[in-house]
């Protein structure tokens, strides 16, 4: 005998942080709310990543959503029981030349007169009383006063962890195999059983493409594997997280002295093996930047390295919205920068859920915009 269709108000398709932090808003909101993760919660991207919580250097379309996720970061405890090991201090973009120092003037001008007032461009001299082991190549940078960082596997744990308290069920190693209608519902099929609901979420990150396609959505995303680099404890040099203006980078020392480096170089992200293989090549060039920043790290020596794997759009925005069949919702395709919004997004998504119009601007984010 078949068994039968387990049911919900919503099944969400990926248990990452995004997918957790939307599960958390529907629950407290009385949906039953059920999230299938093929592996385990933060196993991919939102696990392994660098754990920035940054408004600096956002594309103009991602800074209001950014905004007020970054406002929510500043109460972690209140939303998920946890701090999340989030640290709130400075996040710079240092400029080597003065061609990178007027970009960034030009950026805060555009800033300027769309209302936002949360960056500025810093001379060398303030630079130096902020990092004074940064090199004197560096002439400047665009500079932000209250982004930080935060543990990444410890944050989606934590929205896990809140989401299941208020109701939520997360079942783990429960890949999708097939979705399709039943009547004005989706039924999901799993080689454990199937989900019947009127309401799909697909927030699967790197497999968010295939999972859209399933739900009528042809949405173009490629897999990669931003890499990360860890060295050996090092004595007490920076406070700040810091990047460049001019190369992939983001650097931070952690409370043990290590260092930890990545910035968005890319390795080589299989979908179907759930694997990934280091750029050898890309890491040596971003451990390169990090030298040329700050010159104590020449004598340094990496201990670890690792990647996950992401989804990346053609704009490098992520797809949050409606899709085409009645019933279905995106959030996935954040490229590598997602994990600082995943507070808002689980707002956001929610208020779509319950037909409400949401209170940020996510028409940049449309699904169909690759079709326009």
Known sequence: MKAKARTADVVIVGGGIHGCSVALQLVRRGLKTIVLEKDHVARHASGVNAGGVRRLGRDLAEVPIAQASWELWQDMPGLVNDDCGYRSSRYLKVARNNKELQQARIRVRELHALGFKHEEVIDRETLNEFMPAVSEDCVGALHVEGDGAAQPFRTTIAFKRRAQDFGAVIEQGMPVTCLGRKGNNWLVRTPSGNFETPVIINTAGAWGGRIAEWLGDKIPLEAHAPMLAIT?????????????????????????????????????????????????????????????????????????????????????????????ESGVFHAFGFSAHGFQLAPAVGFTVSHLVMGETPNLPIKPFAVGRFHV
């Open 232 to 324: 050996e404890r090092m004595c007490r040099f920076v406070d700040p997280v810091v990047g460049t203006l001019g190369d992939a980078l983001s650097f931070k020392q952690l409370d043990n002295g290590t260092v930890l480096i990545g910035g968005g170089v890319r390795g080589v992200a299989s979908l179907d093996n759930n694997s990934t293989k280091l750029d050898m090549a890309g890491l040596s060039r971003f451990l390169k930047t990090a030298q040329d920043v700050f010159p104590v790290m020449r004598n340094t020596n990496v201990v670890r390295m690792w990647a996950g794997i992401e989804g990346y759009t053609r704009d490098n925005l992520p797809v949050i919205g409606k899709g085409s």
